[in-house]
């Protein structure tokens, strides 16, 4: 099946990035957002990101008008029925993300492959809630979209072979990479990755060390970009708990049991860089330790 267009649902931090990757990559790339101020600002957020990239010299100014002339900014799921392929990018909520995809299958010509963005929720349980999880696939982008070259490539029980290639070979035509995992909460980007920020929060909670500490120990000791807790400003401390929230249920191990002190933040609107606020205080102008 020859993929020429790409509908993208949800205009959140990921949602945009995967609608930019697509739409430079030369896709007809359709951004569907209920929202309105979140699409339009979704689209000036790209735009933004775009002109920077010719301020730098790493694209031409043709080549940016044609990527923002190949997005389409909507705000009806019905919009979707116009792609050759579904790349689902909202909120990790999996009762909301099956209502989603059962509307998907009703709207989308039976061919359409339909790919979830989920970092932790295993695609056989949103492909049961359509009538072709055949064709029902993960497809785990990574965060800052545009600059990350991973893709996890997440079979459920039904996808066949033919989806599965479709999706590797459409995720190469990205520049991306695609590494193929098995379907499991969390799969492995976030089975490994939230039990170590889970793990920095309980270190702050218990007093074990500053949040700059923590952080510089793991840029400084373990040769990580960023700190843990910085990362988890950058994600999203609502995804954070959503995540470990699917994996201590979906496992039932008490390891993967989310931090008191994170629910609180989550609960009191701190949520990371995005609210301006989550363990490092941005609207203040507070800003995490940088690695050297």
Known sequence: MEIRSV???????????????????GYETILIEVIPEQLQGAVAAIDRFLAKSVEKGKMTAEDKAATMARIHASGELASAAEADLVVEAISENVELKKRVFADL??????????????????????????????KVIGMHFMNPVPLMVLVEIIRGLATSDETTQVVIDLSRKLGKIPVEVNDFPGFVSNRVLMPMINEAVYALF???????????????????????????????LD???????????????????????????????????????????????EEPPKKG
């Open 239 to 285: 995804v954070c708990l959503a995540i470990l929230e699917v994996l201590h249920r979906g496992l039932g191990d008490d390891k993967y049991r989310p931090c008191p002190l994170l629910r609180k933040y989550v609960d009191a609107g701190w949520l990371g860089r995005k609210s301006g606020r989550g363990f490092y205080h941005y609207a203040a102008g």
């Open 206 to 236: 218990e007093g074990v060390a500053t949040k700059e500490a923590i952080d510089q120990v793991m840029m400084l000791g373990m040769n990580h970009p960023m700190g843990p807790l910085a990362l988890a400003d950058l994600i999203g």
């Open 105 to 134: 299958d009703s709207l989308c010509r039976p061919e359409v492959v339909l790919a979830s963005n989920t970092s932790s929720i295993p695609i056989t349980v949103l492909a049961a809630a359509t009538r072709r999880p055949d």
């Open 7 to 25: 509908a993208v649902i949800g205009a959140g931090t990921m949602g945009r990035g995967i609608a930019q990757v697509f739409a430079q990559s």
